[in-house]
Nanobody
Framework: QVQLVESGGGLVRAGGSLRLSCAAS????????MGWFRQAPGKEREFVAT????????FYADSVKGRFTISRDNTKNTVVLQMKSLKPDDTAVYYC???????????????????WGQGTQVTVSS
C-alpha cells in the first residue's frame, strides 16, 4: 500500500539549518504533486510548500519564503525540504503529502492531499 516516510527532523538552534526528506511508494511518483505541511501544538495544520508533478512550479507560505526550498527527484521517489535560517516559530511536526494531479498548479489546502506521512519533529531553540 501507499507509504510516505519523513526523516531529517531534530533539534537545532535559531539560525541553523535542517534538511527534511520524504520517501514515497506512490506509483508513478511523477503523477503526484507533493507538499510539505506543519502543525504546532494546539494549532491547525498549515501549508509550508508544494511542488508540481514535473517539478517546474513551486509555491511557499509567506512565513518561509526565501528560507525554505522544496525539490523532488522523480527517479528516486523523494521530495526534500531544505530549511535555512530557522526560527523558534518554525517548531512543529512536519508532514509530507501527495495529491494525484497532472495539472501544473498544485493545491495548498491540506484537505486536497490524499496521502500523508507520519511526520517528523523539528524543534528550534532560541
Amino acid at each position: 500500500q501507499v507509504q510516505l516516510v519523513e526523516s531529517g527532523g531534530g533539534l537545532v538552534r535559531a539560525g541553523g539549518s535542517l534538511r527534511l526528506s520524504c520517501a514515497a511508494s506512490l506509483r508513478p511518483f511523477s503523477s503526484y504533486a507533493m507538499g510539505w505541511f506543519r502543525q504546532a501544538p494546539g494549532k491547525e495544520r498549515e501549508f509550508v510548500a508544494t511542488i508540481s508533478w514535473g517539478g517546474g512550479n513551486t509555491f511557499y507560505a509567506d512565513s518561509v519564503k526565501g528560507r525554505f526550498t522544496i525539490s523532488r527527484d522523480n527517479t528516486k521517489n523523494t521530495v526534500v525540504l531544505q530549511m535555512k535560517s530557522l526560527k523558534p516559530d518554525d517548531t512543529a511536526v512536519y508532514y509530507c503529502a501527495a495529491h494525484f494531479s497532472l495539472l501544473p498548479y498544485p493545491p495548498q489546502a491540506p484537505g486536497e492531499y490524499a496521502y500523508w506521512g507520519q511526520g517528523t519533529q523539528v524543534t528550534v531553540s532560541s
